[in-house]
C-alpha cells in the first residue's frame, strides 16, 4: 500500500517508534530512521522487510540539526511523505523538584521537535501529487495529551501541546491532501516505561513484576500493556485509503484509561 513513499520515524531506534517504522515498511515505505543507541540491530530489522532504510542520528532538541535531517531524508529518497514525530524522554519528579534543565528538554524534544519537522515536511507535501497534495504527520503523544497524572508536569504539557499542534496542522491543510493526526498510548512496555517500574520497585522495595502489576492496575483497566505493534497498525490505517478524512484526531489506544 505504501510502496515508493518514505517515511521518516524520529526516535526509530527503539521501541513505539521502531515500531511503527516496521509496520510502515510491511506495507513498502522506505524507512528513515532517526534516534540514539543502537542503530545496526534496528536498521536491520527494517531493511529485512525488503525496503530502503536510511539513519540520520539528529538531536531532536536542536533546530539545526532537525533541519539537516529534513534535508538528508529527502536527498536520500526524494521527498518525505509521511512524518511521524515519535522522539520522547520522561522525567518524573514534583514541579518544586522538577530540574530546569529536564523541563526545558522534554519541551524540546517532545513538543518543539514536532513543530520544527512539521514545518519542514510540509511545503513538499502540499506540493505532491501535482499540487493536490498527498502526506501523512502523525503525533506520536499519549493518553498524557488528554488527561494529566502527578510528577509529569513538563511531559503532561508538552503532549497536551502535541496534541494542539495536531489539530492546527490538520486544519491548515484541511482542504489538501494531507493529513495530521495523533496517537495517545497508554502504558507500552518500552525503555521510556520499563525505567518507571523499575524506580517503583526500588522505591517500594517490591519485585518487578509486583511494581508492573500495580503501574497497570493504577491507570489502565484492561490492566494489559499497548504494544508497538498495535500502534504500528493504528498508523498504517492513518496513512490508508480508509483515512483520508480523518483529520486531527488524537486517538487513544490506552487500555481505558482516559474513559475513566
Ligand atoms: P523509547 O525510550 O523506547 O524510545 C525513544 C526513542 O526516542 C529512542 O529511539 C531514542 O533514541 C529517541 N530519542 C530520545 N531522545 C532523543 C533526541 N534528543 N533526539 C533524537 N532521538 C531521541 O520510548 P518509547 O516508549 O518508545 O517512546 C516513544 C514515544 O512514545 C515518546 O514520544 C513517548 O512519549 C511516547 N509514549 C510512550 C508511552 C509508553 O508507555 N512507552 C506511552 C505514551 C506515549
Known amino acids: 500500500m505504501l510502496k515508493g513513499k518514505t517515511a521518516l520515524v524520529t526516535g526509530s531506534t527503539s521501541g513505539i517508534g521502531l515500531g511503527i517504522a516496521k509496520a510502515l515498511a510491511a506495507q513498502g515505505a522506505n524507512i528513515v530512521m532517526n534516534g540514539f543507541g543502537d542503530v545496526a540491530g534496528p536498521k536491520a530489522e527494517i531493511a529485512a522487510l525488503c525496503v530502503k532504510v536510511a539513519y540520520h542520528g539528529a538531536d531532536m532538541s536542536k533546530p539545526a540539526e532537525i533541519e539537516d535531517m529534513m534535508k538528508y531524508a529527502a536527498a536520500q529518497f526524494g521527498q518525505v511523505d509521511i512524518l511521524v514525530n515519535n522522539a520522547g524522554i520522561q522525567h518524573v519528579a514534583r514541579i ?52 494529566g497524572s502527578a510528577e509529569k508536569s513538563a511531559y503532561v504539557t508538552a503532549k497536551h501541546g502535541i496534541v494542539g499542534l495536531t489539530k492546527v496542522t490538520a486544519l491548515e491543510n484541511a ?60 498508523a498504517v490505517f492513518f496513512c490508508s485509503p480508509a483515512g483520508n ?15 475513566q
Open 96 to 147: 518544586e523538584d522538577f530540574p530546569v534543565e529536564k523541563w526545558d528538554a522534554i519541551i524540546a524534544i517532545n513538543l518543539s521537535s514536532a513543530f520544527h519537522a512539521t514545518r519542514l515536511a510540509l511545503p513538499a507535501m502540499q506540493a505532491a501529487n501535482a499540487g493536490q497534495g498527498w502526506g501523512r504527520i502523525i503525533n506520536v503523544a499519549s493518553v498524557h495529551g488528554l488527561v
Open 175 to 234: 482542504t489538501g491532501g494531507v493529513t495530521c493526526n495523533a496517537i495517545c498510548p497508554g502504558w507500552v512496555l518500552t525503555p521510556l516505561v520499563q525505567k518507571q517500574v523499575d524506580a517503583k520497585a526500588a522505591a517500594a522495595g517490591i519485585s518487578n513484576q509486583v511494581a508492573t502489576a500495580q503501574l497497570l492496575g493504577e491507570k489502565e483497566p484492561s490492566l494489559q500493556f499497548t504494544t508497538p505493534e498495535e500502534l504500528g497498525a493504528l
Open 245 to 259: 478524512n480523518v483529520r486531527g484526531v488524537a486517538w487513544n489506544m490506552d487500555g481505558g484509561w482516559a474513559a
